[in-house]
């Protein structure tokens, strides 16, 4: 079974500052990594993912997330953020071969202040 | 991109009724669709796993009598809530895979079920 840490719940930052929202997980087997993001009374939308290749993955609005193996991590990063990424974002892994069933984190709230 | 659409976006009914969501993949077929609960604040619960033409798989405290799950085509799959109660009252949402390139499972924008 695999299960997802996103350590933290809240994450505040002011415009224009750097964000890393970390995530780490547990698997016995390899796993397929994704971030998702919620905004407000909306569902989720897939932000990125890693399946293989690159460990660096990248969205089309400047997130990014690397993958690091041996620290069974997935951070997601932006060197600068805007008011309109405040949201909710999930981490969540699934397994290789297996099922397809997504386990997600229970998230991390990004508030960005002007 | 691929879309999964649910309808309703929101519904309101009355305890001991039993109400049905839809969930759709757009343009896409999808022969395994996700059902999970997300409670206010928290992360998403999966429920079950919708399989095309065969019995949903529900995880482990999941009422299955309660939560029904129908799978009749590629792109249609429904949660009927039967006899709903006020703690049924939650976010539902589903997600479908896309076995194109990419392989990636995209999630419908949610019903939020109020039980009065």
């Known amino acids: 079974a695999q299960s997802v840490t996103q350590l933290d719940s809240q994450v505040p930052v002011f415009e224009e500052a750097p964000v890393e929202l970390r995530c780490n997980y547990s698997?016995?087997?390899?796993?397929?990594l994704f971030w998702y993001v919620q905004y407000p009374n909306q569902g989720l939308q897939l932000l990125l993912k890693?399946?293989?290749?690159?460990?660096l993955v990248e969205s089309i609005n400047g997130f990014e997330a690397e993958f690091n193996k041996s620290q069974t991590s997935f951070h997601l990063r932006k060197p600068s953020v805007h008011i309109s990424d405040t949201a909710e974002y999930f981490c969540?892994?699934?397994?290789?071969?297996?099922?397809?069933?997504?386990?997600f984190g229970k998230g991390t709230k990004l508030t960005v202040n002007p | 991109g691929a879309v999964v659409s649910q309808h309703p976006s929101r519904v309101i009914c009355k305890s001991g009724t039993s109400v049905k969501i839809e969930c759709r993949s757009l343009?896409?077929?999808?022969?395994?669709m996700f059902w999970y609960r997300q409670f206010p604040k928290q992360s998403l619960m999966l429920m079950a796993t919708?399989?095309?033409?065969?019995?949903?798989?529900?995880e482990q405290g999941v009422e299955k009598d309660k939560f029904l799950i129908n799978h009749a085509s590629l792109t249609l799959s429904t949660l009927t809530v039967t006899s709903a109660h006020p703690e049924d009252s939650s976010f539902y949402i589903c997600?479908?895979?896309?076995?194109?390139?990419?392989?990636?499972?995209?999630f419908g924008e949610g019903s939020w079920l109020t039980v009065v």
């Open positions: 997600s479908a895979r896309d076995t194109g390139p990419g392989n990636t499972i995209y």
């Open positions: 969540a892994v699934s397994e290789q071969g297996g099922s397809e069933k997504l386990v």
């Open positions: 919708s399989n095309e033409g065969s019995k949903a798989t529900y």
């Open positions: 890693y399946l293989s290749g690159s460990t």
């Open positions: 343009d896409f077929q999808a022969t395994t």
């Open positions: 698997s016995s087997v390899s796993v397929y």
